[in-house]
């Protein structure tokens, strides 16, 4: 495997450890939205599943979710001090930005959230696809691919839900699953990504790995 030349990164329980937050919030919104509330081992089980399957699972009626996707980015926004990054997540950034690796993110979170959240890291990111919609991330892959002029064989995207993994395929790109997000690492590997990643630390490992492999001379046959 070549080394990639742009990683493109979703946000939400893949750098941002959101989803205890996520817990804490959902019933309200779904009051507010009139679908099922989110209770006991349905948390867990959920996690197996992909969007569509949540979305009927809890009767969430298709025509409110970008009004859903408004409120909880504004609740989100006034909570964002509650929420922090994944430990090393930061430092992982640095050691591919070090690697002349380009880095963006791509999220249905508002751009002005994740660069509060990220702070002084937001420097290390070329490009930033925000606002997307929930099955509309593989048209901002593309777009950000475009801009950074970087080719889809070239670049690897990195997300904790099936959603991800979809739009991935869809734009051409590599996928990279996390162990820690939203999905389930079983439900994860299903989709059969690329490479798959149990820590932050994890990623800067295997992908300066595999460019220093790639850049080392090969030996001279006898």
């Known amino acids: 495997m070549h080394p990639y030349k742009l990683v493109i990164f979703d946000f939400d329980g893949t750098l941002s450890d959101s989803l205890p937050w996520f817990r804490g919030v959902v019933n309200s919104i779904a ?48 909570n964002l001090g509650d929420i922090p990054l994944f430990p090393r997540s930061i430092e992982m950034l640095e050691r591919l930005h070090d690697a002349k690796i380009l880095l963006a993110i791509v999220t249905s979170d508002s751009e002005s959230n994740v660069r509060r959240s990220l702070g002084e890291a937001e420097r290390l990111f070329a490009a ?77 490992e295997k992908l300066l790995r595999t460019q220093k492999s790639y850049c080392e001379p090969t030996a001279p046959r006898p």
């Open 128 to 204: 930033f696809g925000c606002g997307a919609s929930l099955f509309g991330k593989s048209a901002l892959f593309t777009r950000v691919m475009r801009k950074l002029n970087v080719k889809p064989e070239d670049t690897l995207c990195i997300g904790d839900e099936i959603r991800d993994a979809e739009a991935t395929a869809k734009a051409g790109a590599h996928f990279g699953a996390v162990a820690w997000g939203y999905a389930t690492r079983e439900a994860l590997g299903a989709t059969s990504p690329s490479l798959m990643f149990e820590t932050p630390a994890d990623i800067a």
């Open 31 to 78: 009051e507010k939205h009139r679908f099922k509330h989110i209770e006991g081992a349905d948390a867990e089980m959920l996690r197996g599943k992909t969007s569509r399957e949540i979305i009927k699972h809890l009767e969430v009626p298709m025509w409110r979710l970008p009004w859903i996707s408004r409120d909880m980015r504004k609740l989100k926004s006034e």
